[in-house]
């Protein structure tokens, strides 16, 4: 089985750079991925990480630790648009099958 | 592409009602989940169909649910009968893995907008 850590809730500031973390013990590990969903709507795909290291897409960056069984995703220059939760998601070895965390949910104010 | 498509969007229902859920994959993508969100456990995977192949349906509750995917484009989700514990929204999606699980190829899930189920 799996299990996903992730902090609830934090809170950042327009223009800010924040760090969500994000932490995994699985029996077997192919990749992690992070998710964004705003309120009302359905989960969209944002990064997938398979090898150490960190990834960057535009404002938004994942990082991964496979000996540590850690991630983060890192949102630079925040907009209010970015308030949302966050859902990291561990993919046990084998199989095409996420496990999804509980989400971050992030509150940017002005 | 229409993306994932869902229906109804949103259902109200009284307790020991039949429901049914409707979800259309992108065409394409041979590998479709249904999964349940509520504020108490999150994102929750009921089931993972794999060219129209039940693989895991260990998440499913109970008795009272069942899944069924007659073809590439089609797949239902029924409540029979529904109770007020079954409220929450209904997520389907779809993926088209290719190579091997863990080869490091991407092979995110899209989304459909979900079905907001509330049963009284």
């Known amino acids: 089985g799996q299990n996903i850590d992730q902090p609830t809730e934090m809170t950042a500031t327009e223009g800010a750079i924040v760090q969500i973390n994000c932490t995994y013990q699985?029996?077997?590990?192919?990749?992690l991925f992070w998710y964004q969903q705003h309120a009302g709507e359905a989960p969209t795909f944002l990064s997938y990480?398979?090898?150490?290291g960190l990834e960057e897409k535009g404002r938004f960056s994942s990082f991964l630790s496979r000996s540590k069984g850690y991630s983060y995703l890192l949102l630079k220059e925040l907009q209010m648009k970015d308030s949302a939760s966050y859902l990291c998601?561990?993919?046990?070895?084998?199989?095409?099958?996420?496990?999804f965390g509980r989400g971050t949910s992030l509150i940017v104010h002005p | 592409d229409a993306g994932v498509i869902q229906s109804p969007r949103h259902e109200v229902t009284e307790m020991g009602q039949e429901v049914t859920l409707r979800c259309k994959p992108i065409s394409g993508h041979n590998s479709l989940f249904w999964y349940r969100q509520t504020m108490m456990r999150g994102l929750e995977l009921l089931i993972y169909f794999n060219n129209n192949v039940p693989i895991d349906d260990s998440g499913m509750p109970e008795d009272r649910f069942s899944a069924k995917m007659p073809n590439a484009s089609f797949s239902t989700l029924k409540i029979q009968p529904s109770e007020p514990r079954d409220s929450a929204v209904y997520f389907c999606?779809?993926?088209?893995?290719?190579?091997?699980?863990?080869?490091?190829?991407?092979?995110?899930?899209?989304f459909g907008p979900g079905t907001r189920l509330t049963v009284t």
């Open positions: 999606a779809s993926s088209s893995p290719t190579g091997l699980a863990g080869d490091g190829v991407s092979h995110e899930q899209y």
């Open positions: 990480n398979v090898l150490d």
């Open positions: 998601a561990g993919e046990a070895g084998g199989s095409y099958i996420p496990t």
């Open positions: 699985t029996s077997g590990f192919n990749g």
